[in-house]
């Protein structure tokens, strides 16, 4: 069974610019998180995506957007780039709404800006 | 104060040595727990979850005391692959937001 896959693995931006991130859950997931990891940093929440629409918002500014689509893959959006912006983007996926289920984890996007 | 709050380490300890890691958490109406491990620059890995009897997986044992609300995780016989940073996970209420701790640093040597 694949695992949570998000891509591009790398994307170099220059200040200003937009960057849009991909993530396809495992199957059967309709839980989607996103997650940014800055370095030597925890995992800062994003956002929550369930069955197309946003659950939950973590805090950051209106320039981090995403969307979920009707095969549950997610982008994540992010609006005139800063420097602070690079870090690890981590997408991880879940059984939907019903609790006490654990999150697994994409191998992340790293965006690095210039 | 941060929601779940962990001893950043790094615990530098001898193969084969016991180590034990803690955590605590703020909102008492967490429902679900887990230890994720994260190596160096890639995605964390779902370890165990954490149930409120204890479970045991292996070297690993979680353990849960939501009156004092924290948790635990025991590594017996430590191996140099075990060298990573743990993450405590709590839930929200109705369990389906999960709040990463900071992450305990842990590191084998030979």
């Known amino acids: 069974e694949a695992g949570v896959t998000q891509s591009p693995t790398h994307l170099i931006k220059t200040r200003g610019q937009q960057a849009t991130l991909r993530c396809s859950p495992i199957?059967?997931?309709?839980?989607v998180y996103w997650y940014q990891q800055a370095l030597g940093l925890g995992l800062q929440f994003l956002l929550w995506?369930?069955?197309?629409?946003?659950?939950n918002r973590g805090n950051f500014p209106p320039r981090f957007s995403g969307r979920q689509f009707p095969n549950y893959s997610s982008e994540l959006n992010v609006n005139a780039l800063e420097l602070e912006d690079s870090a690890l983007y981590l997408c991880?996926?879940?059984?939907?709404?019903?609790?006490?289920?654990?999150?697994?984890f994409g191998d992340g996007t790293r965006l690095s800006i210039l | 104060r941060k929601e779940v709050e962990q001893d950043p380490g790094p615990f530098n300890v001898p193969e084969g040595a016991t180590v034990a890691f803690n955590c605590t958490y703020s909102?008492?109406?967490?429902?679900?727990f887990f230890w994720y491990r994260q190596d160096c620059r890639k995605e964390p890995k779902l370890l165990m979850s954490v149930y409120s009897s204890g479970n045991e997986d292996g070297r690993f044992t979680a353990q849960l005391n939501r009156a004092s609300q924290y948790i635990s995780l025991l590594i017996r016989d430590s191996k140099l692959s075990d060298s990573a940073t743990y993450l405590c996970?709590?839930?929200?209420?109705?369990?389906?937001?999960?709040?990463f701790g900071g992450g305990t640093r842990l590191m084998v040597k030979p």
């Open positions: 996970v709590a839930s929200n209420n109705a369990g389906n937001m999960l709040t």
């Open positions: 909102n008492s109406a967490s429902q679900s």
């Open positions: 991880a996926s879940s059984l939907g709404e019903r609790g006490g289920q654990p999150q697994h």
């Open positions: 995506y369930d069955e197309g629409e946003e659950r």
């Open positions: 199957s059967g997931h309709t839980s």
